[in-house]
């Protein structure tokens, strides 16, 4: 698309976040949780009223295995899915089609790692809303980058980010699970964290298992005296954090879970 000046002009999704992204992790050619993965894109597709520019999940799947194919088709790779509106000028949209771009990075190893690897989080005080509108990843990631810039800032791998009333959302890639008296809790949806696929096979795992999961709409704002802190994102997995703010988290028996979750999680049958 070009201006009155004949250069190239951003997209919507550039210029107004009129779009929506998914990143999915691939395992020898396979996306892991692919008809998940595109069944929340047609649900965000579904919100801001776009047509996907895909027919199907095996549509969009043949595309992706093109881009491995191309990369070498390597064993572990990313998958960034990016959609955003065709049309319109200024605010305002113009009808339904929309424009894609599907990028693929292979990576030299798995990033789903055992509970070993440390990972450094900490608190921020940035204020995440709870979602006025149903929560989709939409192209405006803003308060995920200043988590991340945050963390950055503080020695950390990744930080929370808190709701208005000062509770532990959810970080800036990830959502979080916290262990306190002997209860797994996560912060439910409506309190504002987006609806990650791999908490929500995480909370399935564990009930499989015989544990339940509550979810709350007001997550704690002290995470000094939970025992264990698990982060769950679909491209890592299951993370237990093995230092909270400057203290390390002893290992606790239900840290087990996230190795069994992860084995789960990247077998080829899934």
């Known amino acids: 698309m070009l201006d009155n000046h004949g250069l190239t002009k951003p997209h919507r999704g550039f210029r107004y976040g009129d779009g929506f992204f998914d ?8 996306i892991i949780w692919a008809a998940e993965h595109e069944q929340r894109m047609r649900y965000a597709a579904g919100v801001l009223g776009l047509e ?4 199907s ?12 194919n191309q990369s070498g088709q390597p064993e572990f790779g990313r998958l960034r899915t990016l959609v955003w509106r065709k049309w319109g000028e200024g605010y305002r949209p113009e009808g339904p089609a929309s424009e894609e771009q599907m ?19 900490g608190p921020s005080e940035l204020i995440k809303c709870p979602p006025r ?16 810039q945050y963390a950055q800032e503080q020695g950390w791998d990744d930080a929370l980010l808190r709701t208005p009333q000062g509770g532990f959302v959810e970080s800036s890639r990830s959502n979080l699970f916290y262990w306190h008296q002997g209860q797994c809790y996560t912060p439910s949806w409506s ?5 990650g696929l791999a908490a929500q096979f995480l909370i ?11 979810e709350v709409d007001e997550p704690l704002n002290d995470l000094d005296n939970c025992r264990s802190l698990w982060l769950t994102n679909a491209l890592r997995g299951i993370q237990r954090v093995s230092h909270w703010k400057d203290r390390v988290l002893i290992r606790q028996p239900e ?16």
């Open 23 to 30: 990143t999915a992790l691939v395992l020898q050619g396979q």
């Open 52 to 55: 996907l520019p895909w027919t």
């Open 57 to 68: 999940v095996w549509d969009w799947q043949k595309k992706a295995t093109q881009l491995w």
């Open 103 to 121: 990028e693929f990075v292979a990576l030299p190893q798995s990033p789903v790692r055992d509970s070993s690897h440390l990972l450094r989080l």
């Open 133 to 148: 509108v149903p929560d989709i990843k939409s192209l405006s990631a803003l308060p995920y980058l200043l988590a991340e």
């Open 191 to 195: 309190s504002g964290c987006l609806p």
């Open 204 to 214: 399935q795992f564990l009930k499989s298992q015989g544990i339940k999961v509550l």
């Open 255 to 270: 840290d087990d879970w996230v190795d069994a979750a992860n084995r789960l999680m990247v077998t080829p049958t899934r």
